[in-house]
């Protein structure tokens, strides 16, 4: 994708201008933290001939990349865009707003506020990799609840833009301060599934890796991805667009890594479970060439 671009017209993967197109809807929470757009209804007073009377939401398009199969919304939002978007991140005021338009939210709100349980069987898994007592950087951590080995590290550092407070042990580094760092694991999980430029944003994590330091990325593997394996079809599936904005497949996901100069170590799919709902992750290791 050309960097800048507000409509993506190549895949945000591998780069692919054969793009399947499906018109969907940006749900209202969203469409409101991003455009200022709230449904309307479209009535008879409304006086217009030619348009016929109903809700009115905004709309997008599914795009699906025929050469690597990523699926992803039509909308790129700038970073001005994404940063109203998740201004005060599950906090009060966030929470009380996406209640407004999204009362069932208020049901799962708790959920987000533990450490998950899958997170110890992903320790498990990077183990063999790594040192007894790992130097990690986790890129996107939020407070430091979800980190790996975040009782058993040698230091913990989280870049993050929420400004939340962190939990015990955690310190927050600056971009310009990590060049100066040395990491074991550097680890972004569950973020790439909501950035515009997935590419550029994995891009930047490359100047805290050395020779030796290990990436592990983890998405989820949405439903719709795992119900139809292999499908090129899936825009027309794809009716509406919430704060996942990507959804990865194993094929899209090498592709992008491999664009950035990244070979894979090991791949990752695990079940989970997340209090209100069951899902699966979909985790990737890699290292630079």
């Not at 890796?209 to 139809?228: D, N, S």
Request: hydrophobic fraction near 40%; glycine fraction near 8%.
């Amino acid at each position: 994708m050309v960097n800048g671009e507000l409509i993506a017209r190549n895949c945000i993967c591998c780069g692919g201008t054969h793009l399947q197109r499906s018109p969907a809807v940006l749900m209202p929470f969203v469409a409101w933290r991003v455009f200022g757009h709230e449904p309307v209804e479209i009535t008879a007073d409304w006086g217009l001939r030619d348009l016929r009377q109903g809700m009115a939401y905004t709309l997008c398009n599914s795009l699906q990349c025929q050469d690597c199969g990523a699926l992803f919304l039509d909308y790129r939002f700038t970073d001005a865009q994404m940063a109203a978007l998740y201004h005060d991140y599950r906090g009060e005021a966030y929470n009380a707003e996406r209640i407004r338009f999204e009362p069932g939210y208020a049901s799962v709100v708790a959920h987000y506020e533990a450490r998950a349980s899958y997170v110890t069987e992903v320790e498990r898994w990077l183990a063999p990799h790594l040192p007894d007592k790992p130097a990690i950087l986790d890129w996107g951590g939020d407070s430091g609840i979800n980190s790996p080995f975040r009782d058993r590290n040698r230091l913990l550092h989280i870049h993050d833009i929420s400004g939340v407070e962190l939990v015990a042990g955690a310190q927050r580094v600056k971009l310009e301060d990590l060049e100066s760092q040395h990491y074991d694991l550097v680890v972004c999980s569950q973020v790439l599934e909501h950035v515009a430029r997935p590419g550029e944003f994995v891009g930047q994590m490359l100047a805290a890796m050395g020779p030796q330091t290990l990436l592990y990325l983890e998405v989820p593997h949405e439903a719709l991805v795992r119900e139809h394996p292999g499908s090129l079809e899936l825009a027309p599936l794809k009716r509406h667009w919430h704060e996942h904005v990507n959804f990865y497949n194993e094929t899209a996901l090498r592709c992008l890594l491999e664009r950035l100069g990244l070979s894979l170590v090991d791949t990752l799919h695990l079940p989970v479970e997340l209090g209100w709902t069951r899902g699966q992750i979909l985790g990737v290791l890699v290292r630079r060439r």
